[in-house]
């Protein structure tokens, strides 16, 4: 017959004592965890804004060059008809 029972690899017995740790300190867990999270969550805030004005910094260049580019295409126009 066989064998249908799980093996005990290495992780279970960590992961067993991780959870058994997260059951009797949850508060100290949780300061962990946010002690953990928030730098990344602060760099991740900063970056996404430096990435928007940028975005919104092309946008503005682009908007920029197509106007000047029909205003030139404009004056063009206007020196052929005179």
Do not use: C
Not at 28 to 49: D, K, N, Q, W
């Amino acid at each position: 017959m066989a064998d249908n029972s799980v093996q005990k690899g290495p992780w279970k017995d960590t992961l067993d004592s991780f959870i058994k740790y997260v059951a009797l300190n949850p508060k100290e867990f949780l300061f962990y965890v946010f002690l953990i999270l928030t730098p990344l969550m602060a760099i991740s805030g900063y970056l996404s804004l430096k990435l928007a004005k940028h975005i919104e910094k092309n946008e503005k260049e682009k908007k920029k060059k197509a106007t000047r580019k029909t205003n030139i295409a404009k004056a063009r126009r206007r020196a052929k008809a005179d």
